[in-house]
């Protein structure tokens, strides 16, 4: 019997054996086969694969399933944000629709490149209806946002063209949803416009690629007024202000305990956190952004007014905005029922520490006397007016005040006369301005023509300026389509002999000391004999006759230096400037790569880069010949390569 039972136990566990020997792969239950099937190393060319062998896997594969949704999430973290948490829906649809998206996108942007190199000026560049490309895609924005930013977030040094017009394009595609939200905010009642709100929208306009938003900037406020509570507390436990939770309306009443509020608020604000006004560097445009302003805890009196008042509000003060010539202010009435008598209100000075005046000290504040309408409060529209209004006199400043141009006050200037426009869209002054503007950087003509054809409309005294404007835009359209080839400059011709350096070369200034990378070179002195008297080029050892290059300098700037005064880096580094992108593909340890429109235009300046470097820094690296590839001495682009890596294969 033993024997006999020992026998029935081995044939058992043999046809368990074999029956687990006839289970497949698929015949798992397909929770199971989801969990495996999302294993990060899995790549969606994988995922593909698999569910074409059976149909057991391509059922499991389907597009609302687990599998897709993981693929989906795992290649674009980012635009998890955009849906719901558990929310169903046809990952594989998004999933081609994104992929193809990212390709269009690459596209668009290396062809940018290759058709604005020589158009645009490298001062104030914009690309101008071109982004039209973009949005012709049709694709959802957060898609088109998104590789972008997967562009902008690549290798520091690598791809640098590919970067420098992704960000454009970018900070474009925000500029124009932030104009949309203010023109929204512009268009709600009088009583619910924040002024909080709408400076934090100009900030936004003028800082599209920071990380600004409402929630954000609330937060750091409603840190602040739990500071002012914590104090108030100390001095009177039974303050009403103390019972408010955030989000709140109210006011209180009595003026004593309104006195308690203004008087810890400016404790806390100047004293313990140490906030002031800027009269270091009153025109910088940093003190006008409210996120700047949070962060360095300085500003100039209007953008510091904006958040005392927002504070003063939570805990139950009301204050006005004043619009004060030459220094803003805040007005606190001082009687139950509202007055329209200047001297029924004490003034705050946001920008002295919180200091309290009469309405005779704020003359002495300014240095003359004002009529009585300067003391009313006005609107928050009005507000915003003055605030962009600043930011505007600072970008006329900047390009004033700089001989060789910076692109950062062109922009400013762009950005606040956009701004300007979209509150108060008649203003013939400011309209004449941006036409004037585009003109001179030589962008958009043919909205420089609606822009005048729109003064001419609103004040017909403007035809002399508006006949003028229009003639030389229609001749600069005219010239657009007949372009020229650009000169292309060969270091061997005859004329070019006295030429010691070379395109993507870091260089140091001996006089001035700045740090830069030439990106162009003339064999004689190009310039005005204007410019050539401005900037003594006579006392020059070889004054105007000889080698000058166009270089861009670390501090922003583009200039054009005399051979003489310039000498090779001893430690070149990378030079922060806006521009590089334009001219550049890559930095290379000890040297800029030209890109294909610059080296076009230079053909024989990337090897004698290469021996240079070699000489100076590298005397053990192999000879350019060696270095060789198909594609040339720097083997392919790096624009070309991220095209290669994103072209991989999309699910079908």
């Known amino acids: 019997m033993a024997t006999s039972g020992a026998g029935d136990g081995c044939s058992s566990l043999n046809g368990f054996v074999s029956e687990i020997e006839q289970k497949q792969f698929t015949d798992l239950p397909a929770e199971l086969l989801e969990y495996i099937l999302c294993f990060p190393v899995l790549k969606h060319?994988?995922?593909?694969?698999?569910?074409?062998?059976?149909?057991?896997?391509?059922?499991?594969?389907?597009?609302?399933?687990?599998?897709?949704?993981?693929?989906?999430?795992?290649?674009?973290?980012?635009?998890?944000?955009?849906?719901?948490?558990n929310e169903c829906c046809d990952w594989l649809k998004e999933y081609r629709t994104r992929h193809t998206v990212g390709l269009q996108i690459r596209r668009t942007v290396v062809s940018i490149s290759q058709r604005f190199f020589t158009e645009v000026p490298c001062v104030g560049q914009v690309l101008g209806d071109s982004f039209a490309e973009i949005e012709s895609l049709g694709a959802p924005e957060h898609f088109c946002e998104d590789e972008l930013l997967s562009i902008l977030n690549s290798d520091r040094r690598k791809s640098l063209t590919l970067k420098y017009y992704a960000k454009k394009i970018l900070y474009f595609l925000r500029q124009k949803n932030i104009l949309r939200s203010l023109k929204m905010f512009l268009e709600q009642p009088a009583e619910q416009q924040s002024a909080l709100e709408g400076a934090l929208l100009v900030d936004q306009y003028c800082n599209p690629l920071a990380d600004v938003s409402l929630d954000g900037i609330s937060s750091q406020l409603e840190e602040i007024t739990d500071k002012v509570k914590k104090m108030l507390r100390i001095k009177n436990p039974s303050h009403p202000s103390l019972r408010v939770t955030q989000g709140d309306c109210f006011a209180v009443d009595d003026f004593d305990l309104q006195r308690?509020?203004?008087?810890?608020?400016?404790a806390v604000l100047y004293e313990q956190l140490q906030y002031k006004g800027n009269e270091c560097d009153y025109y910088n445009p940093l003190n006008s952004y409210i996120h700047q302003v949070l962060l360095r805890r300085t500003g100039i009196p209007i953008s510091l007014s904006v958040i005392y008042m927002t504070l003063a509000r939570k805990l139950g003060v009301q204050l006005e905005p004043v619009n004060f010539?030459?220094?803003?202010?805040?007005?606190?009435?001082?009687?139950?029922?509202?007055?329209?008598?200047?001297?029924?209100?004490?003034?705050?000075?946001?920008?002295?520490?919180?200091?309290?005046?009469?309405a005779k000290e704020c003359e002495y504040l300014i240095g003359h006397q004002v009529t009585a309408d300067?003391?009313?409060?006005?609107?928050?529209?009005?507000v915003l007016l003055r605030m962009v209004g600043n930011l505007l006199n600072i970008g006329k400043r900047g390009i004033s005040s700089l001989r060789e141009g910076n692109e950062?006050?062109?922009?400013?200037?762009?950005?606040?006369?956009?701004?300007?426009?979209?509150?108060?869209?008649?203003?013939?002054?400011?309209?004449?301005?941006?036409?004037?503007?585009?003109?001179?950087?030589?962008?958009?003509?043919?909205?420089?023509?609606?822009?005048?054809?729109?003064?001419?409309?609103?004040?017909?005294?403007?035809?002399?300026?508006?006949?003028?404007?229009?003639?030389?835009?229609?001749?600069?359209?005219?010239?657009?389509?007949?372009?020229?080839?650009?000169?292309?400059?060969?270091?061997?011709?005859?004329?070019?002999?006295e030429l010691q350096y070379s395109v993507g070369l870091i260089m140091k200034h001996k006089r001035s000391g700045y740090n830069c990378a030439i990106y162009g070179w003339d064999p004689k002195c190009t310039m005005s004999q204007e410019w050539i008297t401005t900037m003594r080029v006579h006392q020059l050892s070889s004054g105007a006759n000889q080698p000058f290059y166009n270089v861009l300098v670390q501090d922003g700037t583009c200039r054009y230096a005399a051979q003489e005064n310039l000498e090779p880096h001893?430690?070149?580094l990378e030079i922060a400037h806006p521009e590089v992108g334009r001219y550049f593909s890559e930095f290379h340890d000890s040297h800029y790569v030209a890109n294909e429109e610059l080296q076009t235009r230079y053909p024989e300046d990337m090897a004698e880069t290469l021996g240079t470097v070699r000489d100076l820094y590298h005397r053990l690296m192999p000879s350019?010949?060696?270095?060789?590839?198909?594609?040339?001495?720097?083997?392919?682009?790096?624009?070309?390569?991220?095209?290669?890596?994103?072209?991989?294969?999309?699910p079908t």
């Open 374 to 382: 300067y003391y009313n409060a006005i609107s928050t529209t009005e």
């Open 570 to 572: 001893s430690a070149p």
């Open 325 to 358: 010539p030459n220094h803003f202010l805040l007005r606190w009435c001082q009687q139950q029922r509202g007055s329209g008598d200047i001297y029924d209100f004490v003034y705050i000075d946001a920008f002295g520490k919180g200091k309290q005046l009469t």
């Open 260 to 266: 308690q509020v203004v008087v810890t608020l400016n």
């Open 45 to 85: 060319v994988d995922i593909c694969n698999v569910s074409c062998s059976c149909k057991r896997l391509h059922d499991v594969c389907h597009g609302r399933g687990k599998v897709w949704g993981h693929q989906y999430k795992l290649r674009w973290p980012r635009l998890q944000k955009h849906y719901r948490q």
């Open 624 to 650: 350019p010949v060696q270095q060789e590839s198909p594609n040339g001495p720097e083997g392919p682009s790096q624009e070309n390569q991220d095209s290669q890596e994103n072209q991989d294969t999309m």
């Open 408 to 497: 950062k006050s062109y922009q400013l200037l762009r950005d606040s006369l956009d701004l300007y426009l979209t509150i108060n869209p008649d203003n013939v002054q400011y309209l004449l301005l941006q036409a004037r503007l585009y003109f001179h950087l030589g962008i958009w003509p043919e909205k420089v023509l609606d822009i005048l054809q729109h003064i001419q409309a609103l004040d017909p005294s403007q035809h002399g300026a508006v006949g003028y404007l229009v003639q030389h835009t229609l001749e600069h359209i005219q010239h657009k389509k007949h372009p020229v080839e650009p000169e292309v400059k060969r270091r061997s011709a005859p004329e070019h002999l």
